[in-house]
């Protein structure tokens, strides 16, 4: 991978969290808890979202590891007691962050698509890129072309900005503390099995999350995700 394919991978990165986390914000506010908004997290601002080690060094090193490209914000502050509905209202809350970037996901792969559809350049370029990603279906994106090819550049950014988005979305659906999955599932079951999740250590969960992503689950999760735009894209 060159430099420009990991400038452009970390790029999309940071774009994926900060609207993730900004959604968490002003979903929050949307439900009664204004926390987020007086402290200035309601922004597509990354740097208001930014943290050394899990926005900046992390995905640094995975992306130089030629791993998919993952890190995280500071979480955005909420105080549920301030919701008018405090279940339904963390049930929103958790739910945002992810179906921002599914929506992220889904808007850039319709100006794929049309792109795909309207310009027989760029229909060339999609599938010399997916040609390989369908053969593997793994998450590794192809380096650019040499030579100056800037619609060759657009696609790559945009087939980044499906897969980062997607990847990001499931991610936090496992629900296991503290990602987003554990808040949704919370204000689904019943009350009295929810206090469980909420008891449980955030590093005990983050501990099982890694746990499963080194086994694969997460993989076999993004498969069908994949599959598909392996299928329409490629």
């Known amino acids: 991978m060159n430099i420009v394919s990991i400038v452009l991978q970390l790029f999309v990165l940071l774009f994926a969290i900060t609207v993730h986390e900004a959604s968490h914000g002003w979903v929050a506010n949307r439900m009664g808890d204004p926390t987020a908004a007086s402290l200035g997290r309601v922004s ?32 955005v502050p909420i105080n549920p007691r301030n919701f008018r509905d405090p279940r339904r209202g963390t049930l929103w809350v958790s739910f945002a962050g992810p179906a921002s970037n599914l929506a992220v996901a889904g808007g850039a792969y319709i100006i794929l698509l049309l792109m795909k559809f309207f310009i027989p350049r760029v229909d060339y370029f999609i599938k010399l890129m997916v040609g390989g990603f369908f053969r593997q279906l793994g998450f590794a994106l192809p380096i650019l072309s040499k030579g100056f090819y800037p619609l060759e550049g657009i696609c790559l950014l945009l087939l980044m900005t499906i897969l980062i988005n997607s990847y990001l979305a499931v991610f936090n659906l496992i629900p296991i503390p503290p990602l987003d999955g554990s808040g949704i599932l919370m204000g689904i079951i019943p009350e009295s099995k929810a206090g469980f999740l909420a008891r449980m250590n955030p590093w005990i969960g983050i501990l099982i999350v890694f746990f499963l992503i080194n086994i694969g689950v997460l993989e076999i999760i993004m498969f069908p995700i994949k599959l598909f735009i392996a299928v329409t894209l490629g």
């Open 44 to 75: 597509l601002n990354p740097l208001v979202h930014i943290d050394p080690v899990y926005t900046i060094i992390l995905p640094i090193m995975l992306t130089l590891f030629r791993l998919p490209a993952f890190g995280m914000a500071k979480p």
